[in-house]
């Protein structure tokens, strides 16, 4: 996620191709004040990141949507918050 300190601004996923040294935010956020949160999938889940990262959004509603999310709706994703680590 890419966010600000009030609210977050996007959602993206990294595929095993990138690392995040590589990442390059949406030219609309360039000039923006923001910062990263990042989510750690188990290896195991990294085919599944596009769909993971569409039920973020969904849940998180980022000010800018982003049009490459998406979800076969057959898979199911819960997404758990666990604020305890």
Do not use: H, T, W
């Not at 990294?14 to 690392?19: A, E, G, T, Y």
Request: hydrophobic share 40%; glycine share 4%.
């Amino acid at each position: 996620m890419v966010r600000n300190q009030s609210r977050v601004l996007f959602v993206d996923y990294l595929d095993d191709k990138v690392n995040l040294g590589g990442y390059r935010v949406p030219p609309f956020l360039e000039g923006q004040l923001y910062f990263y949160e990042v989510i750690d999938v188990p290896e195991d889940y990294v085919p599944y990141l596009p769909c993971i990262a569409k039920a973020v959004e969904d849940k998180v509603i980022p000010l800018y949507k982003n049009r490459r999310l998406s979800c076969n709706k057959e898979l199911v994703v819960v997404i758990e918050n666990d604020r305890s680590s």
